[in-house]
């Protein structure tokens, strides 16, 4: 599982920060979180295709979360997709899409999915899941949770034991919990691993530090901020509904999280090491994100 920052400004792009967007891999799904205008130029800097990106996912409808969109349906026309794309985001998402998708002049030939998100889950595959949680910004404002589904495996040595290794079985004893094999009856707890958590990416979208995001947050391997602002700027943190480092970082440290990584930094700051160092001083595995920057998880 691969996380790509490919925007790390906040609602200013500068000379070495694109607007806000950010790449999740996994496994073959491909997602967006968030994207901020020139986000498939970003992209052209990676190596992943705008192509193979199959939902875009989108924390609120300020233009520098959302308005990127509109070129890469555009350019995803012009280079013929065919398969579906889903956008999810907060109420109003599908006026903006519609708009798109009705403007003759992008002749769409492709089909786009809109769904409102609402506090929950919003999607579940066999082995993941996505949950939206509302946060505190200027406008209505969701974080998102990405939740790996915790993995079944077998113990080879029982399954050998039972003649059922590499068996086709298995996978049933998987699905039901219970077989028949050879006049025996075997249950899934008798021959499974103890179970292993998966994996958890939190992103926060624009907020302030708050409740909702750290009873997100708890126990993810990878926290993603909304760090506009630092301690110069308290103030206008909670006035204008942003984070600031080291409030965000307390919420870290609060809720376990293995790595916390800042973002969405206000053009005020030339050097955004500043806020990493007053994360750190909370939160040592503190990071400020960079354009470009990839996390393996
Ligand atoms: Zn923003
Ligand atoms: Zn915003």
């Not at 769409?108 to 505190?136: H, N, W």
């Not at 077998?154 to 028949?180: A, F």
């Not at 025996?184 to 939190?202: A, F, Q, T």
Request: with cysteine.
């Amino acid at each position: 599982m691969k996380v790509t920052f490919l925007g790390t400004s906040g609602s200013l792009p500068t000379k070495k920060r694109g607007q806000p967007a950010i790449h999740l891999q996994y496994k073959d799904e491909s997602m967006l979180w968030d994207c901020g205008e020139g986000t498939q130029r970003q992209l052209k800097h990676t190596d992943i295709s705008p192509f193979k990106i199959n939902s875009a996912y989108i924390t609120h409808l300020h233009a520098d979360h959302l308005i990127g969109l509109a070129g890469l349906i555009q350019s995803l026309q012009f280079l013929d997709r065919k398969e579906k794309l889903e956008i999810y985001g907060p109420k109003g998402i599908d006026r903006y899409v519609e708009f798109f998708k009705n403007w003759d002049h992008f002749n769409l030939e492709f089909e786009i999915d809109t769904i409102e998100i609402r506090k929950g889950r919003i999607k579940e595959r066999e082995d993941y899941e996505v949950e939206a949680f509302p946060v505190k910004h200027s406008t209505p404002s969701y974080g998102f949770i990405f939740k790996e589904k915790p993995s079944i495996n077998l113990n080879k040595e029982k399954l050998k034991e039972l003649d059922l290794l590499n068996h086709p079985k298995c996978s049933e004893l998987k699905e039901k919990g219970e077989i028949e094999h050879k006049g025996n009856k075997i249950k899934l707890e008798d021959v499974k691993e103890p179970e292993k958590e998966g994996r958890k990416v939190v992103y926060s979208g624009d907020t302030k530090p708050c409740k909702e995001l750290e009873r997100a947050a708890e126990n993810s391997d990878l926290l993603i901020v909304d760090s506009t602002f630092g301690e110069d700027h308290k103030e206008k943190s909670i006035e204008y509904g942003h984070g600031e480092a080291k409030g965000m970082a307390e919420i870290a440290k609060k809720a376990n999280v293995g790595k916390l990584v800042l973002t969405h930094f206000s053009n005020r700051y030339k050097d955004e090491r500043e806020l990493e160092k007053e994360a750190r001083e909370v939160f040592e595995e503190s990071y400020a994100a960079e354009d470009f920057m990839e996390i393996e998880i």
